[in-house]
C-alpha cells in the first residue's frame, strides 16, 4: 500500500478520513474503539484522519471529550499518520481555547470552520480565523461549508488568509470545483475536497486530496484513486470512484453522513455500536440493511 509523503503541496498528504467519534451505548466516547479505528484506517492506507469534524460529532462532542480523542489517536497512531483536529465554533474564544488544548494533546494541525449561524462579515471571518491560527503554531486547514455554515468564505477572505504562512489548506465543501480550481491558482493553498462526490472531480484538477466519509469503508479504493491520478491514469480513477459511488449515492438527508459511517463501521467490524448523540439518531434496521446490501455488492463487505 503507498501512501502520500507530507509536502507543502500535501501537508496532510492525501487520503484522510473525518473519522466517526465512537461512543458506547451510554453515549459515552469509546477510546478504546477510536484507536482501534484509527489504526485501521492508517492501515489501510490512509495518510491521515480528521477528528471531531462534522462526521466526528463535534457540535455534540464537549472539551475533554475532544482533548481525550486526540490524545489516544495521536498515541495510536504517532508518526504513521497526520492527526487534524476539528476546533471550528461560532464562538471565537472557544474556538482558540479547543486550538491550544488541541495543540496540548498532540494534534499535528487544525481544521477551523467558518463560523456557524451567526454569519458574521467577511472582516468577522477574516479576524476569527486568524485569532485561532495566532492560538497556535500549528499549520492550519480552512474548512469552507456554506451549507452548514450559512455563508461562504468570499475570495478575497481566502486570499487574505493564505498569506499567513501557518494557512497552509483548505478543505472545500462548496460544491463548486471551479470555484476551487481558481482558487488553488490564486492562493497556492492545499486543496482537499470535502465532499466524497467530488473527490474524483477535484483530484482531477489537481487537489491535494481529500477529507472523505466513504473512507472508514473504501479506503483502499480511495487510495488506488489518488494514485492512479498521480500516474495521469483517469481509466483506472474513474474505475475506483465507480466502486465507491453507490455507498455514496445511498446517503441523503434522512441518514446523514456521521450516522451512516457509524452504521457502516460497525458491519465492517471496526465499531461496536452505531450510537450517536442527539439530535442525530441512529442508523434503523432497515438502513442498516440497506447499507449492508450495498457494501456486499460493492465487495467492502464479504
Known sequence: MSYAPVTPQRPFGAVLTAMVTPMLPSGVVDLKSARSLAAHLIDSGH???????????????????????????????GDRATVIAGTGSND???????????????????????????????????????????????PVMLYDIPGRSAMR???????????????????????????????????????YSGDDPLNLA???????????????????????????????????AREEFSAVAPFIEAINPELPWAVAAKAAAQLLGLIDNRTVRLPLVEATEEQVQQLAGILQATGALR
Open 47 to 77: 495518510d491521515g484522519v480528521v477528528l471531531s469534524g462534522t462526521t466526528g460529532e463535534s457540535p455534540t462532542t464537549h472539551s475533554p471529550d475532544k482533548v481525550d480523542l486526540i490524545r489516544e489517536v495521536v498515541d495510536e497512531v
Open 92 to 138: 471565537t474564544a472557544h474556538t482558540v481555547r479547543m486550538a491550544r488544548d488541541a495543540q496540548m494533546a498532540g494534534a499535528d494541525g487544525l481544521l477551523v470552520v467558518t463560523p456557524y449561524y451567526t454569519k458574521p462579515s467577511q472582516e468577522g471571518v477574516y479576524q476569527h480565523v486568524t485569532s485561532v491560527v495566532d492560538a497556535t503554531d500549528l
Open 153 to 191: 468564505l468570499a475570495l478575497g477572505t481566502i486570499e487574505r488568509l493564505a498569506q499567513h504562512e501557518q494557512v497552509v489548506a483548505l478543505k472545500d465543501a462548496t460544491g463548486d470545483v471551479f470555484h476551487g480550481i481558481r482558487m488553488m491558482q490564486r492562493t497556492g493553498l492545499a486543496w
Open 202 to 236: 477535484f483530484l482531477a484538477h489537481g487537489a491535494s486530496g481529500m477529507v472523505s466519509v466513504a473512507g472508514h469503508a473504501y479506503a483502499p479504493e480511495m487510495r488506488k484513486m489518488v494514485d492512479a491520478v498521480d500516474r495521469g491514469d483517469l481509466a483506472a
